[in-house]
Nanobody, 122 residues
Framework: QEQLAESGGGLVQAGGSLRLSCATS????????MAWYRQAPGNMRELVAS???????NYVDSVKGRFTISRDNAKNTMYLQMNSLKPEDTAVYYC????????????????WGQGTQVTVSS
């Protein structure tokens, strides 16, 4: 079973920074699109940022300009650099890997990390 190991969450004051990390196996990391989701209590799960196996990135509008998603192929690790943090960024952040289908009619396979808590105080 593929596993995703997350780290880097914690408590920080508004305006501060954190860097989240997500490590997985090389066989998955080489071919998978990766993403960070987050979920706050009472809210629906939200896609925060994504990065393809080729390095193409995308962000939700609320974090654009503050967060940066990246991947280190040598270390099989994905990162989320979070700057200028706001209290509304408080949530559990989840690492996600999507293994692509073999054919265009196939389905991708999704893997989830356990989540890491990010808390931003006022």
């Amino acid at each position: 079973q593929e596993q995703l190991a997350e780290s880097g969450g914690g408590l920080v004051q508004a305006g501060g920074s954190l860097r989240l990390s997500c490590a997985t196996s090389g066989r998955l990391f080489r071919i998978a699109s990766m993403a960070w989701y987050r979920q706050a209590p009472g809210n629906m799960r939200e896609l925060v940022a994504s990065i393809t196996s080729g390095g193409i990135t995308n962000y939700v509008d609320s974090v654009k300009g503050r967060f940066t998603i990246s991947r280190d192929n040598a270390k099989n690790t994905m990162y989320l650099q979070m700057n200028s943090l706001k209290p509304e960024d408080t949530a559990v952040y989840y690492c996600v890997a999507d293994r692509p289908p073999v054919t265009i009619e196939g389905r991708s396979q999704r893997f989830w990390g356990q989540g890491t808590q990010v808390t931003v105080s006022s």
